[in-house]
Each structure stands twice: as structure tokens, then as C-alpha cells.
């Protein structure tokens, strides 16, 4: 069970446990349910309130409501990123003084945590400028997410299906690789990086580019 759930003990560090027991599990999901609210509150519910029609009515082009939306959405991900690096290093040295923290893993494993999240806010944030109402948008990223949840759960279960862990993009999130040294870090957080910034910028576009029910 802990395998088909991303959570099959690793070695026994500090870093092998919070991968399994925080970042797997907790801190995954709290940053899940974070990305797919905020992304629809920045965007689909301001149309969906008629709030936007008041914002727009000001001197401000929609580039630069959607731009400034995109990167509150940005920031905020990456101000409790960086939050739960400091609190970490800071945190686990108080708590479990002698645990020696391998710093350069544990840094690896919140900017990858922080680019797959910039991933979820990017595809929650371009349904959030498809539709017009909060309920549609937040169903198509809720919905997206499940899948790629589920998919990832039939890719742990077995080994018959591992071609499906293309389709998911909780595949790449495995922190107790980083820990084994197993995952080629940089690669797969330059790949997040541009897939996200991809999303931004398809999502800023579609909303400056369709007609908005104002």
C-alpha cells in the first residue's frame, strides 16, 4: 500500500523520511488543493462574480490584469516554498539536533517541489481564463489533477502498466529519488520550468483574446 502511494520507505535519513511521510503525502496535497483555488480566485471567479467587469472598466489592459494575476499566483508559490525550505533547515536542526541534514538534497527536493506545483498553478490558471464560471474551471483542474493522481497510483501498483507514467505528471514528483540520487534533478526541473511557463503564457493570451460575458 505504501508503494502504490508514492510512500515505500527509503533510506533511513532525515531526507528519505520527509520525502515519504511530508512531501508525498501532506505538503502534496495541501499545495494541490492551494494551486487549484488560488488559480480559479485570480481569474474565473472575478468574471463569474461580474468583478471583473469593474476592473476592466479602469485604464488597465487585460495583458496586464491577467500578467499580474499569473505572478501573484507565481510568487505566493514560491514565498511557502521557500517558507518550508527555511523552516526546514532551521526546523529540523532544533528538533532532531543530532540528524545530520544533507542540505544540498533537501534544497533539491523544495525546487522540485516548487516547479511541479508552478506546473499545477499553470494548467488550474489556464482553465481559469477558458471559462467563465468557477464551478466549470475548477472541475476541469480538480478533474485533471485526479487523473494524473490516479494514473500515478496504477503506475506505482504495477509494473505492467509503467508506460503510463507518461500520462501523469506526478511521475516526475518523487522525491526519495533525489535522496537515492537517482533522478536526474535539473532536467526534470528545467522540463517543469518551461511546461509551466508555457501554460502562463497560453493562459494570458486566451484571456486577453476572448469575449468575456461583462
Do not use: H
Not at 179 to 204: D, F, R
Request: proline residues 2%; contains cysteine; glycine residues 8%.
Amino acid at each position: 500500500m505504501r508503494e502504490i502511494f508514492g510512500m515505500e520507505l527509503g533510506t533511513q535519513t532525515i531526507e528519505g523520511f520527509l520525502s515519504t511521510g511530508f512531501y508525498n503525502a501532506s505538503f502534496l496535497i495541501f499545495m494541490v488543493i492551494y494551486c487549484l483555488i488560488v488559480a480559479n480566485q485570480l481569474l474565473v471567479t472575478l468574471v463569474d462574480r461580474g468583478s471583473m467587469a469593474y476592473l476592466l472598466t479602469t485604464p488597465v489592459a487585460r495583458k496586464k490584469v491577467a500578467t499580474t494575476q499569473a505572478v501573484v499566483l507565481v510568487l505566493s508559490l514560491f514565498f511557502i516554498s521557500a517558507l518550508t525550505t527555511v523552516t526546514g533547515l532551521f526546523g529540523i536542526s532544533v528538533i532532531v539536533s543530532d540528524i545530520e541534514l544533507q542540505i544540498s538534497t533537501f534544497l533539491q527536493i523544495n525546487v522540485l517541489a516548487f516547479f511541479i506545483f508552478f506546473v499545477i498553478g499553470g494548467y488550474a490558471f489556464l482553465f481559469s481564463s477558458l471559462f467563465n464560471e468557477t464551478k466549470w474551471a475548477l472541475a476541469a483542474s480538480g478533474g485533471l489533477t485526479l487523473i494524473f493522481y490516479v494514473l500515478n497510483i496504477i503506475v506505482n501498483s504495477s509494473a505492467n502498466v509503467d508506460w503510463l507514467k507518461y500520462f501523469t505528471l506526478f511521475s516526475v514528483f518523487q522525491p526519495l529519488e533525489i535522496v537515492n540520487g537517482t533522478m536526474n534533478t535539473p532536467l526534470v526541473i528545467m522540463s517543469l520550468g518551461l511546461v509551466g511557463g508555457l501554460l502562463y503564457a497560453l493562459s494570458i493570451i486566451i484571456f486577453c483574446k476572448r469575449d468575456l460575458p461583462l
